[in-house]
């Protein structure tokens, strides 16, 4: 396991913005597959999207794909979540994931490291 520490979460209006950072600590991002995940009140915990360390390989799940970008800047050892467009559905705890795998997948048993999580509040 990897110490994750989310940040950058917040109330904002409906069609703002906000940019989620997930530092990793004591090792370097690139060893592992990275995740953000969600979870609203009552729900079950959703995959947002996914990053491997191999450059460009992404993905975004589809209610978030064309409004959120997740990324990855080595040289600070940090795992991004530009969310643009917001709504009110988008309400959630965001958490950041990795593996030490070289992939991504959906299901949130394939991580073993975990965030504790970053409220995003967003008003209609």
């Known amino acids: 396991q990897v110490p994750l520490q989310e940040s950058g979460g917040g109330l904002v209006q409906a069609g703002g913005s906000l940019r989620l950072s997930c530092a990793v600590s004591?090792?370097?991002?690139?060893?592992?597959?990275m995740a953000w995940f969600r979870q609203a009140p009552g729900m079950e915990r959703e995959f947002v999207a996914g990053?491997?360390?191999?450059?460009?390989?992404?993905y975004h799940a589809e209610s978030v794909k064309g409004r959120f970008a997740i990324s990855r800047d080595n040289s600070k050892n940090t795992l991004y979540l530009q969310m643009n467009s917001l709504k009110p559905e988008d309400t959630a705890v965001y958490y950041c994931?990795?593996?030490?795998?070289?992939?991504?997948?959906?299901?949130?048993?394939?991580?073993?490291?975990w965030g504790q999580g970053t409220q995003v509040t967003v008003s209609s």
């Open positions: 990053s491997s360390p191999r450059a460009g390989d992404t």
């Open positions: 004591g090792s370097s991002i690139s060893s592992y597959s």
């Open positions: 994931a990795a593996t030490t795998t070289n992939y991504y997948a959906s299901s949130a048993g394939h991580y073993d490291s």
